[in-house]
């Protein structure tokens, strides 16, 4: 069994900056793609940013330059930076992963449990 954790979430200012982690941990052989989504009220779940194996990073347009995805694979953990932060990014976020159990052949997706961002004056 594999579990994905989030953490750092909370209530800043804008123009403020906040630090997520998502720590896998269980059961795992490899872990593939990374990524971090957000869900805010009434909206859809949508991608915010994704890291592969190979360390290609990937970005919605309205966070390019104002967060970074990273990896370190010797934690199995990623992060998200998330720098001057706007009211519109208050969400949920999830992180997900595409990890190979050592208990399956084949890989498949993972969802951490959500944490809350909220941005506001």
């Known amino acids: 069994q594999v579990q994905l954790v989030e953490s750092g979430g909370g209530l800043v200012q804008p123009g403020e900056s906040l630090k997520l982690s998502c720590a896998a941990s269980g059961s795992i052989f490899k872990i593939y793609a990374m990524g971090w989504y957000r869900q805010a009220p009434g909206k859809q779940r949508e991608l915010v940013a994704a890291?592969?194996?190979?360390?290609?990073?990937n970005y919605a347009d309205d966070v390019k330059g104002r967060f970074t995805i990273s990896r370190d694979n010797a934690k199995n953990t990623w992060y998200l930076q998330m720098n001057s932060l706007k009211p519109e990014d208050t969400a949920v976020y999830y992180c997900?992963?595409?990890?190979?159990?050592?208990?399956?052949?084949?890989?498949?997706?993972?969802w951490g449990q959500g944490t809350q961002v909220t941005v506001s004056s």
């Open positions: 997900n992963g595409e990890v190979r159990s050592t208990a399956w052949p084949t890989s498949r997706i993972y």
């Open positions: 890291i592969t194996s190979g360390a290609t990073t």
